[in-house]
């Protein structure tokens, strides 16, 4: 196993950076605008140098967790919605910026890696992980490892298709979870019946539910009744001992937690003991699985 790891979380908002040792210990800690709008390059070339300050003159192990859906072999990126690529060489481009080789994953498996290592999901062999955020992540760990599929295209939670003339999706369907419950869809539907956010951020809207206002309970009422029925259908499927819920939503009181457990329970068709607990790595957990992956991954093939 590498001693020392460099782990980075890209988001559709923001790149968190971390550099841990094999205990878990973040000994740096660095986030960056994505600016994705500004483009693939300009991503990636953001996205190197942040690694580069994160190593320094050390010889680190480096992961990369992926807001998308990549390959079998973890080296092209097939559709990352929230970045707007398609089909993109993304280890080799990773490769050509870095001048050395990466590990790479789905954002989503690297959290719930994190999770399995450092937070709520240690001792606990068989989970689900869901971060809401821009978009909708999820990560399955099953028998203590990380789910990929036969495809590496497992536990896409955010792109389940609930409603199929629903508004249309970044992946280019309509209707999916993501569209109805993540973070950029609350807040699209706060603008679209006239809350005023004085910045468009989800803590903001929070407060305006605790504050009562009927308009803003209402539509976190419709969006957790969305997401309870995407967990409850992953449930069915999977039977998890526990679901993680993460993400910047999740860190905003228990109003959004129990709200979530009631509307979940609600919908089980056999009533079971499946334990909702708030992810405990916060936003590095992205990061901190990604390191893990890298320790790992690196240290077997030395």
Known sequence: MAPLAVGIDMGGTNIKGVLVNEAGEILAYKRISTEASKGIDHVLNLTAELVNKLMGSRQTAVGIGIPGMLDAGRETVINAPNLRWHNVPIKNLLRKFLGFEVILDNDGNAAALGEAWLGAGRGCDNFLLITIGTGIGSGMILDGKVYRGANGLASELGHMMLLSRGRECGCGRRGCLETLASVSAVLRMAEENGIKLRVPEIGEFFEKVYEGNETAVRILDEAMEYLSIGLANAAVLMDPAMIIIGGGAAEYGEVFLELLKRKFIEKLPVPRDI??????LG????????????????GDRS
Do not use: T, V, W, Y
């Open 275 to 280: 334990k909702i607990a708030r992810a405990q």
């Open 283 to 298: 936003n590095k957990a992205g990061a901190l699985g990604a390191a893990r992956m890298a320790m790992l991954e690196m």
